[in-house]
């Protein structure tokens, strides 16, 4: 289990996380939902250790993190931009982290991923030659093949659209489920964060306004910003959203 207890965070006087304490349960996929300045990656950042929060404390399996460095904690990011080596062709990209720590995927698990994300056909090529979906698949793939204790995942949609869109949702989905991975992901997406995940922790001006399966927030929004925030991005009733997510 992932906590998160009273945590804040400030950048030059200006508050940006508000008290901030929520229980991730171990395997569950939990989007962080907000607009643009609302903290979500604030959030993101100090549970992947690049930032220290003011105050509060993180907790993991147990044992406080809150001062443990970003290297030791076996959190791994896919960020929004991919951040794949151009010079590398994909199968390098995939396996760049293993120079390392040579141990930590067997080949056989290595090509197991592969397989998982239908990647087989573009292992030789540059990463200039690749689809924005195919380059999505690269960073997770080389993400996975790291095993990490949770899957941090920024915007992984943003850039793509249609089936392509749909597809990366379903490998997700595939991944955090076979690899009983707890997986979070920031998104400004209600769509995405109601159809992908177990849980949605909406954020609004830094706080929480509220935390729940996309039924509790559909059927009992918590405030009227859960309420305006989730209809009008949608711009659809809300009985039709709940066909979103209930089919999926």
């Known amino acids: 289990m992932l906590e998160l207890q009273n945590l804040k965070k400030s950048f030059d006087g200006v508050t940006i996380l508000k008290d901030i304490s929520v229980a991730i349960e171990n395997s569950e996929i939990v989007s962080i939902l907000g607009s643009s300045g609302s903290g979500k990656t604030t959030l993101l950042n100090l549970i992947l250790g690049i930032i220290k929060p003011d105050s509060g404390k993180i907790i993991f399996d147990g044992k406080e993190i809150t001062a443990v460095p970003m290297e030791r904690r076996g959190f791994n990011i896919v960020f929004q931009d991919y951040a794949l080596f151009p010079n590398l062709n994909a199968y390098k990209n995939i396996t760049y982290g293993l120079r390392n720590f040579p141990g930590r995927s067997t080949p056989e698990e290595v090509d197991s991923l592969i397989d998982l994300l239908d990647l087989?056909?573009?292992?030789?090529?540059?990463?200039?030659?690749?689809?924005?979906?195919?380059?999505?698949?690269?960073?997770?793939?080389?993400?996975?093949?790291?095993?990490?204790?949770?899957?941090?995942?920024?915007?992984?949609?943003?850039?793509?659209?249609?089936?392509?869109?749909?597809?990366?949702?379903?490998?997700?989905?595939?991944?955090?489920?076979?690899?009983?991975?707890?997986?979070?992901?920031?998104?400004?997406?209600?769509?995405?964060?109601?159809?992908?995940?177990?849980?949605?922790?909406?954020?609004?001006?830094?706080?929480?306004?509220?935390?729940?399966?996309?039924?509790?927030?559909?059927?009992?929004?918590?405030?009227?910003?859960?309420?305006?925030?989730?209809?009008?991005?949608?711009?659809?009733k809300r009985e039709n959203i709940f066909k979103l997510f209930s089919e999926k």
């Open 120 to 236: 087989r056909e573009q292992l030789n090529k540059k990463i200039d030659k690749l689809s924005g979906g195919q380059k999505q698949r690269v960073a997770l793939a080389r993400t996975m093949v790291m095993k990490p204790k949770i899957l941090l995942l920024d915007e992984p949609l943003s850039a793509l659209d249609g089936v392509i869109k749909e597809s990366i949702k379903e490998k997700i989905v595939r991944i955090a489920k076979d690899f009983n991975l707890t997986t979070i992901i920031v998104t400004h997406d209600p769509e995405e964060a109601l159809t992908i995940s177990d849980k949605v922790l909406i954020i609004n001006k830094g706080k929480i306004e509220q935390f729940g399966t996309p039924a509790d927030i559909i059927e009992r929004p918590a405030s009227s910003f859960v309420n305006d925030f989730i209809i009008r991005q949608l711009s659809i």
